[in-house]
């Protein structure tokens, strides 16, 4: 008997003791391609011993530092790795343990930025539907989806949630991309003016959403139009960049692609690749001295964050991408997957849109191609397919909710940034055996 308190208590998982490479076995020996890394975690792979004696090495030195009373080494080698390749702007790092940790830091900072500028009326944020910015009560706030907000709702933060650039779903015939990326963009104007300016502390947003819309890429412009209302409002921009981060897209920041840099910045999962829950808050200069030139602090903190141990973890994961040519092999073998799964399931009658960036994918499922009607919620098909393909030996992330938090279908896929052309191969085969299997 287990005293485990599991995610699921209906479900009985197998024990993970190993992993190698793009693959996790469990104590029967079983091996399963792992194509979602997780949850967009392990884009080093499994087994990665640059980064595990990195971490020994680490804590053969020291352990932990409480960060009320110092820093230490590797934070600080970690902070200035991060700030020499971060977008233009962006000049200090808060290190943390996880994406939530991180989104939340963002609102508080948010927050109390504004009111050491001597705006406290600036209280109010934006973000967006079918949005995930975390499991904390300010993070879960944040996010739009309406599946995971539910129960919780009496607990929740005001925020207002706008459309988001979901061109599948939401472009018009006729609209160009880019006259439909204008038009997505120009719902957080409408939105700011409707609360007023001068009450509007930010906007935050996934460049390339991941759990809840499935690898959802902005349109042309969109960001671009963002960052300039933004401006314009003076409203400062976050970008969630947890789960799309760090290599995942094709550039070490997804926004890069985009053309434009935030003002706060959060990244996790691929910072710290599985081997040490690490994440980070990263700010502009501007943000950092109104705190710096005003009370002094951010008030604000967790017992372990800039723990030694896991910065030295992120410190290793970053220089192993940085160094090992890891990025632009995203976007190689990313072009490879896209065009495996347009061979495989372009033309498959329930597979409606497929999407993303370098090695982040997405394939929305449906009822009815032509009307891209969905399955009925009651059918169960992402969970089914999550089951079916663990089944066959490979890890997806499928999940429901997709158009409004209840209907919908996607497969979220996140592969180690090593998997080679035969495993894509695999991934394709097993995921193609899993839909036929459910659907």
């Not at 508080?108 to 504004?114: E, G, M, T, V």
């Not at 300039?228 to 995942?248: A, K, P, Q, T």
Request: negative net charge.
């Amino acid at each position: 008997m287990s005293h485990i308190f599991p995610r699921h208590s209906k479900l009985d998982p197998p024990v993970a003791v190993a992993g190698e490479g793009c693959y996790l076995i469990d104590a029967s020996g079983k091996r399963y391609l792992d194509g979602s890394g997780g949850a967009a975690v392990s884009c080093l792979g499994h087994g990665d011993k640059a980064v595990t004696e990195a971490i020994k090495a680490q804590l053969d030195r020291l352990a932990f530092a409480h960060t009320g009373f110092f820093t230490s080494e590797p934070a600080e080698a970690l902070a200035d790795l991060l700030i020499a390749n971060a977008p233009a702007g962006l000049d200090r790092v808060y290190l943390v343990s996880g994406g939530s940790e991180a989104t939340e830091a963002a609102i508080k900072l948010a927050r109390q930025y504004w009111v050491e500028k001597g705006a406290p009326e600036r209280a109010k944020l934006i973000a967006r539907k079918q949005s995930y910015h975390g499991n904390t009560i300010g993070a879960l706030s944040a996010g739009g989806n309406e599946w995971r907000r539910a129960q919780f709702g009496p607990l929740l933060l005001d925020v207002s949630h706008i459309a988001p650039c979901y061109e599948y779903r939401l472009r018009q015939g006729g609209e160009s991309l880019e006259a439909y990326g204008l038009r997505a963009a120009q719902a957080l104007e409408d939105e700011i003016l409707r609360l007023g300016p001068e009450t509007v502390m930010a906007f935050m947003a996934e460049p390339v959403v991941g759990a809840t819309a499935g690898a959802l890429a902005p349109a042309p412009g969109y960001f671009r139009r963002i960052r300039e209302i933004c401006d314009r409002y003076g409203v400062l921009l976050i970008l969630d960049e947890v789960m799309c981060g760090m290599g995942r897209t094709g550039s070490l920041f997804a926004c890069e692609q985009d053309g434009i840099a935030p003002d706060i910045a959060c990244i996790a999962k691929g910072l710290g690749a599985g081997y040490q829950p690490v994440g980070a808050m990263l700010c502009t200069a501007e943000i950092y001295d109104t705190l710096a030139n005003g009370s002094g602090f951010f008030q604000h903190g967790h017992t372990y964050i800039g723990h030694p141990a896991a910065a030295a973890a992120g410190l290793a994961v970053v220089t192993a991408l940085l160094d090992r040519g890891l990025v632009p092999r995203v976007r190689e073998q990313g072009a490879k997957l896209a065009e495996r799964l347009r061979d495989r399931f372009g033309q498959h009658p329930h597979v409606g849109d497929i999407r993303g960036r370098g090695l982040f994918r997405g394939i929305e499922l449906v009822q009815d191609r032509a009307t891209k009607e969905p399955f009925d919620p009651t059918r169960g098909v992402a969970g089914r397919i999550k089951k079916a393909a663990f089944e066959a030996g490979l890890i997806c992330y499928p999940m429901a909710g997709t158009i409004d938090g209840r209907r919908g279908d996607h497969i979220l896929l996140a592969p180690p940034f090593i998997i080679e052309d035969g495993q894509l191969d695999e991934l394709t085969d097993k995921l193609d055996q899993a839909i036929g299997a459910v659907i």
